[in-house]
Structure formats: C-alpha cells, structure tokens
T-cell receptor
Framework: EAQVTQNPRYLITVTGKKLTVTCSQNMNHEYMSWYRQDPGLGLRQIYYSMNVEVTDKGDVPEGYKVSRKEKRNFPLILESPSPNQTSLYFC?????????????FGDGTRLSIL | AQKITQTQPGMFVQEKEAVTLDCTYDTSDQSYGLFWYKQPSSGEMIFLIYQGSYDEQNATEGRYSLNFQKARKSANLVISASQLGDSAMYFCAMREGVIMRFGAGTRLTVKP
C-alpha cells in the first residue's frame, strides 16, 4: 500500500530535550516536505527536499532541522524544542515537482512541548 | 502577506444541497497549481481536486468541482449533493515552484 508513515503519532516532552520525528514513504517520490498546522493558520511549510541531499527552507524553518540521506526518509529534528513548537506536524511527499502532482500526507504527529 | 485566503471560517449546508467554499490567492507567477484538501476529524489530509493555471476548463472529480476564475485569482470548491461525511475542514493550497502554501481552512458542517 502506498503510504507516508510518520512516527511517533503523539509525543509529550519538555523544553530543550532533542527529538526527532521520522517520516518514510514507499512511493519512490523525489519531493518531500514538512508542515506544521496551527489553528487559524492552516498548514505552513517548514522544510522541503527535492531529492537526496537537497533540502531547503520553507516559510517557518526556525528551530527545525531536516536531513535527506535516503530517498525514502525525511526526518524532522528539533534540537532544542520550545513550547511555541507545540503543534500538529505533517510529512508529505509527491512525485517530482510537476505542478499537478498532489502531495500524499502522513497521518500527522501531535507534539506537545511543556 | 497572505498568499491564500479562505474567508469563511465555518459553513453550514443542508444534506443533499450544494455548497461553495471560497478561495482567493495571490501570485505573480504564470505557472502554478491549485489544490483542495479535506481534513476530517480523524486528522488525515485527503487530496480532492487540482487545477493548473494553464487549464482552460474547470476541474471536476465526482461531486467536487473547482470554479476557477483566473483573472479574479479565485479557485472556489463546489461540492454538489452534500453528504454527512463531507463534514470536515477544507484547505485550499497553491504550489508556486517548489513551495506549497495553504489557506487557514473552512470548517464545513453538513446538517441532516
């Protein structure tokens, strides 16, 4: 089954404790992206990757890191999480950058930073 | 500046009636893509319909159609014959090059 898998689905942690949210896709997609969803703001792009070893900032990259060492994986790293990073996070992938390619989303990760 | 604007935070529609969800966008690019996604209460994001900036005809997918007015920079989603299962958040999104931007969403409630 074609899917984007995120882990964990839920996480409650404390300020400053490094965490990683994993994302993996099995569709051989080149393009992967991370978003955060906050009430009244919709989804905002954090980082995206056009292919292995190619990553770039989205609209809200501060406080986040990513890596793309393999095509299928695109982890999101919070080196020193803060309460303002409490949010619902989505990983997404699509085949190339053709404008008609819809993104396939993971089920989301709800992070609470205390 | 907000690139994608959804002016209706919440909408109600009677079951079996049609409903239009508004979306306006701002871009100076000639080539871009417009998408609508549905997010039910379970939280997943479901792709509904796509419209390309060069597409001359409005996109349709089953009960979903997109009313694309390029000169007005609007891409409204029309859902015909609403069903109770259509109750959800709906997001309009635009791809400019490699960047995807989303509106704030519209919460649709279908009343029996």
């Amino acid at each position: 089954e074609a899917q984007v898998t995120q882990n964990p689905r839920y996480l409650i942690t404390v300020t400053g404790k490094k965490l990683t949210v994993t994302c993996s896709q099995n569709m051989n997609h080149e393009y992967m992206s991370w978003y955060r969803q906050d009430p009244g703001l919709g989804l905002r792009q954090i980082y995206y990757s056009m292919n292995v070893e190619v990553t770039d900032k989205g609209d809200v990259p501060e406080g986040y890191k990513v890596s793309r060492k393999e095509k299928r994986n695109f982890p999101l790293i919070l080196e020193s999480p803060s309460p303002n990073q409490t949010s619902l996070y989505f990983c997404a992938s699509s085949s190339g950058l053709g404008s008609n390619q819809p993104q396939h989303f993971g089920d989301g990760t709800r992070l609470s930073i205390l | 500046a907000q690139k994608i604007t959804q002016t209706q935070p919440g909408m109600f529609v009677q079951e079996k009636e049609a409903v239009t969800l508004d979306c306006t966008y701002d871009t100076s690019d000639q080539s871009y893509g417009l998408f609508w996604y549905k997010q039910p209460s379970s939280g997943e994001m479901i792709f509904l319909i796509y419209q390309g900036s060069y597409d001359e005809q409005n996109a349709t997918e089953g009960r979903y159609s997109l009313n694309f007015q390029k000169a007005r920079k609007s891409a409204n989603l029309v859902i015909s014959a609403s069903q109770l299962g259509d109750s959800a958040m709906y997001f309009c999104a635009m791809r400019e090059g490699v960047i995807m931007r989303f509106g704030a969403g519209t919460r649709l409630t279908v009343k029996p």
